[in-house]
């Protein structure tokens, strides 16, 4: 029964953690992006933690690793769905 607790816990804290990076993403991704943003706190948290995403996955494909690396793909995988964003949300 304990092992349960503790997973779930962990899962969660888990869970507040990808928030928080994904929230430094985004915001480091709207940064560097001049001009009006559409939506908002939870909007910027989405967006940075699928960019992680897109950026870690971009960088796997091209076999490129490391902290360093991981940091800057998940902020230029976070500006790139910023852009395609704006690009939805100005049509």
């Known amino acids: ?5 503790g997973f779930a816990v962990g899962s969660v804290i888990g869970l507040l953690i990808a928030a928080v990076v994904g929230l430094v993403i ?3 991704a709207k940064l560097l992006m001049p ?6 706190w939870l909007m910027t ?3 940075g933690i699928a ?3 897109v ?3 971009l960088l796997a494909a091209l076999g490129i690793g ?3 690396p991981a940091l800057i793909g998940a902020v230029l995988g ?3 769905l910023l852009a395609l964003y704006r690009l939805i949300k100005k049509s």
């Open 1 to 5: 029964m304990e092992q349960g607790v």
């Open 26 to 28: 985004g915001v480091i």
């Open 35 to 40: 001009g009006k943003d559409p939506g908002g």
């Open 45 to 47: 948290i989405v967006l």
């Open 51 to 53: 960019g992680s995403w």
């Open 55 to 57: 950026g870690s996955f």
């Open 66 to 68: 490391g902290t360093v």
């Open 78 to 80: 976070a500006m790139l």
